[in-house]
């Protein structure tokens, strides 16, 4: 492994030119360590070793489950609808009693039948009723009995036949057109599912195009147009000023709205719906103006953070297929999630089918059938969770560790050199060395953050399932205290583990010792790391706002005056086009700060290696980003270092800190 007095050695040399060290053109190119090992191999060996027992186990379940008793509906025979028991015929499942128990049929009833009717033809009846009385006037005795209250059809005895009524088909499920009858039997919850699924449905193509297509268009642009810092000022403060006019637009509208209801006569509202609309246009309005301050307060770290997104953005530019990472890592997960997904289904599915007693006035007339799931399937299902975080991170990482190396080969190049060397190609070289080299380095940083996301899954469960706690204002609290330390821990982990990564680009270490590195370098520097990181968040955040605003009062404007009669509501398409949109832009800005942070790093690095010279980085750059975050004494040792001055003595201290400082990394 190369030590990082390789760097410092082009400085010790007494050439004139500082890239002119035979030693370090031998053994760096293109700014990479030649001499890599295979890092933190055990690891890897644990995620294969992880991804077969996996395999084992859904090939277990595989055999032994079946997908159709979840995905479709089955009897209360336990005959799945359209495919066994001979309901190969009869496809739709209608609800009969309001504790999930019915029947199957060929097709959804939409029209209803009369409630004082007592014809065992307008009945849906389960099967152990039919069993019991074989014919229709027995049947009919039995309705008039045991279904009717004043002469009419009665939801509320549960006497095992159910009046037809009109439905509506949704994944083979007749749903009840009533609200009354649909909040009786799908206790309140799938009427919201059904208008959901049907608006989503009607507005797919609105969805679709402004969630993804016109937030991808709106991403493009952006990255492009960064590479000009006039661009960068107009669109970063444009977008800024959209914010605080969105804000105070809905704050505006909020409160009209407000005032409209009040003077309605009749009243169409009630005064806890208006009072609710005042302290959300009062939150607005606050939140309005502390985002004003807030940016006019930051207005020179955000014109700082534009000019290193500038940066960032020549980069970028000379490898443009690099906004595309993040597309190879959603297609490797992808590539993942599709057997863990059957996996899941067949496990989740492995059982048998029991007869018990149906539980309600009937009873006594027979028993019903009920799947019940076989022994361990909670304990696979946890395992396959574990599978799934270990994995999504793992893949993550891998597109972090590529834009890490793909920054340091560019930044590690000399300048002038860049336009010849660096290319697309650069991109293939980093995906290279990742994984021949550092698959290990990875599987050992996602494993730490997968195992604090799964103790959170296993926290969360604890208060889901206990009453106990559910019904104790201590218990709540304290459940909240834990899940909020194990957020800000995985929150850490991520920010120390995407460091490390970045060192690991530059030096090649393991896990560990990169973490040592990246910590020290962070110390060393932490009001020029600090400062612009700072900054850059708070400008790629309002890119995401921007973007995310854009898309979604573009997709809203279209749904109000294209779909307003093809849709009972706007808030579940909206909602989905933010949730897309945000995807997208978030996968470019994170692809924009990787390289901000890398590019940061590159620099203290290159400085700290050659007494405090940035031997790689342009006289601009440097220039630039000396000027913000360093300390006046730091600013005058490096001036005087590279003019000559400051005698033998200063020359010497500025050397020792360098080495002391490459020993302290333990590289």
Not at 38 to 59: A, E, N, P, Q, Y
Not at 140 to 150: E, R
Not at 617 to 626: L, M, P, R, V
Request: proline share 2%.
């Amino acid at each position: 492994m190369v030590s990082l007095s390789l760097f410092s050695k082009a400085a010790d040399d007494g050439s004139d030119s500082k890239y002119k060290s035979a030693e370090h053109s031998k053994r760096v190119k293109d700014g990479l360590i030649q001499e890599r090992s295979c890092t933190d191999v055990l690891c890897f060996v644990l995620i294969i070793v992880m991804w077969i027992c996996m395999t084992s186990v859904g090939s277990v379940a595989i055999s032994n489950g079946d997908p159709y008793r979840l995905i479709s509906p089955i009897n209360d025979q336990g005959d799945v609808c359209g495919y066994t028991g001979g309901q190969e015929n009869n496809p739709y499942f209608y609800m009969v009693m309001t504790n999930s128990m019915g029947v199957c049929t060929d097709s959804c009833p939409i029209v209803s039948a009369p409630l004082s009717s007592t014809q065992p033809s307008n009945y849906y009846c389960l099967d152990v009723i039919h069993s019991s009385f074989s014919s229709n006037a027995v049947l009919q005795t039995y309705i008039t009995n045991n279904c009717m209250t004043n002469g009419e059809y009665d939801l509320s005895l549960d006497c095992g036949c159910n009046i037809i009524r009109a439905t509506t088909s949704v994944f083979h499920r007749c749903i009840f057109e009533e609200e009354a009858v649909r909040d009786e039997y799908f206790a309140n919850s799938n009427s919201y599912i059904v208008d959901f699924v049907s608006d989503i449905f009607a507005a797919r193509s609105v969805i679709f195009g402004f969630g993804i297509m016109f937030a991808l268009f709106a991403c493009f642009v952006w990255t492009h147009l960064l590479h000009w810092r006039t661009f960068g000022m107009v669109l970063c403060w444009g977008s800024i000023a959209t914010v605080v006019i969105l804000m105070a637009g809905v704050t505006w509208i909020s409160n009209e709205t407000a005032d409209e209801w009040l003077n309605q006569d009749p009243p169409e509202h009630g005064d806890r719906e208006r009072k609710a609309l005042r302290i959300f246009s009062g939150i607005m309005l606050g939140l309005t103006v502390l985002f004003a301050c807030l940016m006019v307060f930051l207005r020179k770290q955000i014109n700082l953070s534009i000019k290193i997104i500038a940066m960032a953005a020549t980069c970028i530019e000379e490898m443009p297929l690099i906004v595309f990472t993040p597309l190879i890592q959603m297609a490797g997960f992808i590539m993942f999630l599709m057997p863990w997904f059957v996996y899941c289904i067949y496990i989740a599915s492995d059982g048998e089918y029991e007869t018990q007693s149906a539980g309600s006035s009937f009873s006594s007339l027979g028993d019903v059938t009920v799947f019940v799931p076989a022994d361990g399937v909670k304990e696979r299902l946890w395992f396959m969770l574990f599978c799934l975080f270990w994995t999504m991170n793992f893949c993550a990482m891998i597109g972090t560790l590529v834009l890490a190396l793909c920054v340091a080969m560019w930044y590690f190049t000399v300048p002038a050199e860049r336009a010849e060397k660096i290319n697309n190609s650069t991109i293939c070289k980093a995906y290279w060395i990742t994984f021949r080299y550092h698959l290990g380095t990875i599987a050992f940083g996602s494993l730490i953050i997968a195992i604090v996301q799964m103790i959170r899954a296993v926290v969360a469960y604890v208060e889901h399932h206990s009453k106990e706690i559910k019904n104790t204002s201590i218990g709540k609290v304290v459940f909240c205290v834990i899940d909020c330390c194990l957020w800000c821990l995985e929150k850490i982990l991520k920010f120390i583990a995407k460091n490390a990564y970045i060192m690991t680009a530059i030096h090649g270490t393991r896990f560990m010792s990169s973490c040592k590195a990246a910590f020290y370098a962070i110390a060393r520097n932490i009001a020029r790391i600090g400062s612009v990181h700072i900054a850059s968040t708070a400008a790629l955040f309002v890119g995401k706002v921007f973007v995310v605003c854009a898309c979604s009062a573009c997709a809203y404007y279209i749904l109000d005056t294209e779909y307003s009669e093809k849709i009972s509501g706007f808030i579940a398409p909206v909602m989905l086009v933010m949730l897309l949109s945000y995807a997208v832009v978030t996968m470019f800005m994170d692809v924009f700060h990787m390289c901000i942070d890398t590019m940061l790093m590159c620099l203290v690095t290159d400085e700290e290696c050659n007494d405090g010279v940035a031997v790689y980085a342009s006289a601009e750059t440097t220039a630039f980003i000396d000027e913000h975050g360093v300390s006046d004494d730091h600013k005058a040792q490096i001036s005087d270092h590279k003019s000559g001055k400051g005698g033998k003595d200063a020359d010497i201290e500025l050397k020792t800190e360098a080495k002391n400082a490459a020993a302290a990394d333990g590289i």
